[in-house]
């Protein structure tokens, strides 16, 4: 099972370089809830930016909602965030990218992230990662 972070997510939407790679991962992927916050946040960031106009940043995130439900299910981050918090701070890594990691650890996954801390957290945790 391929566990999808914000990161890799971002970067197929809105077509980041490497973008293609991750494509074939997304087909069938698991996330956590808090996926589509952050992913919107970076779209909104984009156009904010002016990296993205402002129909850009609405198909983005069409695009998005459209990958939910049908290439990713989202399961809900009050059931992994007890230990996200533990692995956050045992490693000095963000609560929000914990609960990716917890995720593929509780559902023996693998991590497809571009963050390479996570990565390294997610690696030295017995998680494989992706790309």
């Known amino acids: 099972m ?3 972070d914000a990161s890799a997510l971002t970067a197929f939407i809105l077509r980041e370089d490497g973008w293609r790679d991750i494509a074939e991962y997304l087909v069938r992927a698991v996330s956590i809830d808090h996926l589509l916050k952050e ?5 909104w960031k984009a ?9 850009d940043a609405l198909k983005a995130y ?9 290439n990713i299910t989202l399961y809900p ?3 992994y965030i007890d230990d996200a918090l533990k692995i ?3 490693n000095r890594l963000t609560v929000y990218d914990s609960l990716y990691i917890v995720l ?6 693998t991590l497809l992230t571009l963050d390479d801390e996570q990565a ?12």
């Open 39 to 43: 992913v919107s946040n970076a779209i």
């Open 2 to 4: 391929i566990v999808v």
């Open 104 to 109: 593929a650890r509780s559902m023996g996954g």
């Open 62 to 70: 069409n695009i998005l909602k459209s990958m939910i439900g049908r």
């Open 88 to 90: 956050a701070l045992e």
């Open 47 to 55: 156009y904010y930016r002016e990296y993205i106009s402002f129909d």
């Open 120 to 131: 390294k957290v997610a690696t030295k945790l017995g998680i494989k990662v992706h790309p």
């Open 77 to 79: 981050e009050i059931e």
